[in-house]
């Protein structure tokens, strides 16, 4: 597909829904960027980590529970080494930002984080996708398509932030334990492919369910 016109020129079952691992995280991210865009000081607010979000299994960042970062940081331990614990913790965080359901006035923060997931998913017109959680682990009701994929990609590349995210192959921070200590953290990227000229990134997934799983971009001219 051409991210510059949207048209998807070629695909083999593109939309079929499909389990996405942690391809789960661009949405993540993208909600995320899509509101520091417009209020950019959200970028320094400290995401103080759960134990929830600590304990959440699969790849991670690292990071304990009561250990804080800012949401920038934390944004780095959710692209690069795919944490499903960063992942939790933002959805936790940042669904505070976004405005309570009439309907469901009693919904958690990561529960608004969630529905803000499938509220955009709804706006890029990806018509085949439902997200349970921001991370990617395996859900039956967790799906989405390839096509849809590449219009979740597509809206996530307009934002300069998530283009220089996915294209960093180390990042190195300091978190903040409840007693003042503080403890450095080095995040590798997953996607092994960045460095090859013309390779720009996005994002990896694996799970057993999904297999190993890739959204790229390639940039030539």
Known sequence: GDPRSGKISLGEEAD????????????????VLQLVEREPERLNERVTFSLNADQTIGSTAGIRAGESATVAEVLHGLMLPSGN?????????????????????EQTSAERFIAAMND?????????????????????DHKSTAADQFRLARAALQLPRFRELIQTRQYRCEVTGTEGYRRSVVWRNTNQLLGIEGYAGVKTGTTDAAGACLISLSQHD
Request: charged share 15%.
């Open 120 to 140: 955009t998913a709804q706006q890029l017109g990806m018509t085949k996708s439902r997200y349970v959680n921001p991370h990617g682990l395996t859900h039956r």
């Open 16 to 31: 079929t829904p499909r389990d996405i691992a942690s391809t789960t995280k661009i949405m993540t991210a993208y909600l």
């Open 85 to 105: 614990d960063a992942a939790t913790a933002l959805s936790e965080h940042c669904g505070d930002w976004f405005p309570v359901d009439a309907s469901a006035p």
